[in-house]
């Protein structure tokens, strides 16, 4: 049976004070849609429709260029008149058979098993409710079920309902799967007579009642998956029970997190055997940790690979970007150090605090322990890299590669201008301007040489 997944993300969000449209508020990292649009697309769906109105063109191309594969369609929504008035929009797109299941863009949370249950309730000839039975209902449409309490006669609102009505504590949680064809019938019969003057989704209830269709409500396995966002505080809650979560699954698999309240991932997190995290630690994008790494206090790290057995000192910041960034084994990294997109360090690598590499590789046991710059550059093995030295890799125009040849030295306050290559084993001076190639194996110097006076006297100072 051919199934039709209508999203609503039309509505203003008043309530986040926000010039951006309340599904572009990112929960870990992703915008709100993107989490509800990236479950939908693994459910094998004919279409899928998102309904836009508000800030539609924002909304449309931050859809269209995190989904580029997907057949998204898009429909619009002007003005929002209600979320019944929502989904009479897409009637012209949907086909006049199968299934229309109906999800909300600031729910984010929800599983692709509890949609599918949904789909699978309505099996095309039912009207398949997701409900929950909230301790604090305030706000939410009510299911108002017969004397026997097995049947459901239709979903009140709270502006609309009575104060025994109130007292319902199973709310509709904004979703439903519906046949498409009567779904189009009802749309067509809805009207505004209500607390709010607006179109309502939830009025097609009592008419698939009134006609004999049986009306069955399905339950999600947890209540993180219907929480609505409406306010920043609401947007902070689900943030942290959805962090929560990401840190219970990787202690379960053995992760070491310091504590899991503090612990934040943007993105997707792989974990070797005997990793530990400290606190505070901030994890974006495709990070890797292989065995027994350990990271430490404040750390963000992002599209990045750390090798088996390397440390990462608090307050590091690595951000691969879109090239990536790679660890070693065994290197220890800051604290306080820079890994720039591009960073590609070998075994038992030293980078020390605030010294900050891009673009460049350091082969295996190369050290740059203190306050260097490290830019568009071949480093050798074993190199040291002494303190306060960097390549100066841009002319002014362009950028320019430095190589630097194995068990090379170079001593404190050096600027390596490049194009520039140091040979095998050459040492550097301290505070050499290098702006020609330096020969393997030979001591290199460029800077003024020093000279002591002898009977030079200091200036006195004058007595009046
Ligand atoms: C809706 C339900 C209510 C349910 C609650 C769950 C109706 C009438 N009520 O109420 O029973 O308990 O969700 O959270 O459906 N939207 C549009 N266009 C509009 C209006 C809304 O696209 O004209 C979208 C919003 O962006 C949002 C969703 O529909 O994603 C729900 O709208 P909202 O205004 O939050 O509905 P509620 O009043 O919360
Ligand atoms: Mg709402």
Known sequence: MSLSIVIMAAGKGTRMKSSRPKVLHKLAGRPMLDHVIGTTGTLQADRQVVIT?????????????????????FVRQEPQLGTGHAVQQAVPVLPDDGITLILNGDTPLIHASTAQALVDACGG??????????????????????????KVLGIV???????????????????????????????????????????????VVAMAQAEGLSVVAAQPRDEVEVLGVNSPA????????????????????????????????????????????????????????????????????????????????????????????????????????RLRPGAKLGKGVHIGNFVEVKNSTLADGAKANHLAYLGDADVGERVNYGAGSITANYDGANKHRTVIGNDVHVGSNCVLIAPISLGDGATIGGGSTISKDAPAGQLTVARAKQVSLNGWQRPQKVKR
Request: with cysteine; aromatic share 6%.
């Open 53 to 73: 109105g508000h800030g539609a063109d924002m909304v449309e191309s931050a859809m269209k260029s995190a989904f580029a594969e997907a057949p998204l369609e």
């Open 125 to 150: 000839d039912k009207l398949a409710l997701l409900t929950i039975n909230l301790t604090d209902p305030t706000g939410y449409g009510r299911i108002v079920r017969d004397d026997t309490g097995v």
């Open 157 to 203: 609102e709270h502006k609309d309902a009575t104060p025994e009505q109130r007292a319902i504590n199973e709310v509709y949680t904004g979703m439903m799967a519906a046949p498409t064809a009567r779904l189009k019938q009802w749309l067509a019969r809805l009207d505004n007579k209500n607390a709010q003057g607006e179109y309502y989704l939830t009025d």
């Open 234 to 337: 609401q947007l902070a809650d689900l943030e942290r029970r959805f962090q929560r979560v990401q840190a219970e699954r990787l202690m379960e698999q053995g992760v070491r997190l310091a504590d899991p309240a503090r612990f934040d991932l943007r993105g997707t997190l792989k974990c070797g055997q005997d990793v530990d995290i400290d606190v505070n630690c901030v994890f974006e994008g495709q990070v890797t940790l292989g065995d027994e790494v350990q990271i430490g206090a404040n750390c963000v790290i992002r599209n990045a690979t750390i090798a088996r057995g390397a440390v990462i000192h608090p307050f590091t910041h690595i951000d691969g970007d879109t090239q990536g960034a790679s660890v070693g084994e065994g290197a220890l990294i800051g604290p306080f150090a």
